[in-house]
């Protein structure tokens, strides 16, 4: 059994980043990271596009896909450990993880926005982290349906998702998380 859970904190108005690419630090919050790389520790394998990564001291051991239109379908990975390339236009999910070493388990998808996206009919929960105080006008949404019409929120609820209570991770700087499930 594969199970397909999102990661993401955004800014109050849905984002993941500024207009350039750059996660500012206004949505960088140690215990959404905390909360974050834990969930990380849990899983078979993380998915991610070229230019995202989750960081941090076990990133190398973690088994990894890094979604990217340069190859064909699979490919080995030169520059991060334990990861292979994909391209899921030539190779379907179930099959990369096969060459990954993945079978049964859970994979965490943690971005960005167009692989955030192309879970969405998949997701078994998203974890919807949120930086109440922060605001990135004219930055990159977490789903590309995201903007002056539909919340993150209304992307998932629309995709068959229901919410779980909102938690605090920490009171002081606004952050709080919420995890949705299908
Ligand atoms: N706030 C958060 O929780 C959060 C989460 C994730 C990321 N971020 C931030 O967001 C920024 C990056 O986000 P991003 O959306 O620009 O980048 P991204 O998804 O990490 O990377 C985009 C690249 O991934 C590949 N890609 C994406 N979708 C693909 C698909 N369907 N098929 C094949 N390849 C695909 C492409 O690589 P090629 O160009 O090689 O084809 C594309 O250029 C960074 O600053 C990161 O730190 C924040």
């Known amino acids: 059994m594969l199970r397909i859970e999102g990661y993401v904190i955004v ?14 630090d206004a949505i960088r919050n ?7 790389q834990a969930g990380l520790d849990r899983v078979a394998a993380v998915v991610h596009g070229r230019h995202s990564h989750e960081g941090g001291p076990r990133a ?4 990894r896909l890094i979604l990217t239109r340069q190859i064909a379908d699979l490919a080995p990975d030169t520059t ?6 994909w391209n899921p236009v030539g190779a379907p999910l179930e099959r990369a993880l096969e060459a990954l070493g993945v ?7 943690i971005g960005g926005t167009e692989v955030f ?14 930086a109440a105080d922060a605001r990135i006008p004219g930055g990159r949404p977490v ?5 002056p019409n539909a919340t993150p929120e209304d992307v998932l609820a629309s995709h068959g998702l229901k919410p ?19």
């Open 11 to 24: 800014s109050a108005d849905g984002m993941i980043a500024d207009a350039n690419g750059e996660m500012p």
């Open 103 to 109: 079978g049964d388990g859970t994979i965490a998808v």
């Open 164 to 182: 779980g209570p909102r938690r605090q991770l920490d009171a002081a700087a606004g952050v709080t998380v919420a995890t949705w499930q299908r």
């Open 117 to 130: 996206s192309m879970f969405l009919p998949r997701y078994d929960a998203f974890h919807l982290s949120r």
């Open 143 to 147: 789903f590309a349906a995201v903007g």
């Open 60 to 63: 190398a051991r973690r088994k």
């Open 30 to 36: 140690d215990a959404d990271q905390r909360f974050f």
């Open 80 to 85: 991060h450990p334990n990861s292979l390339l």
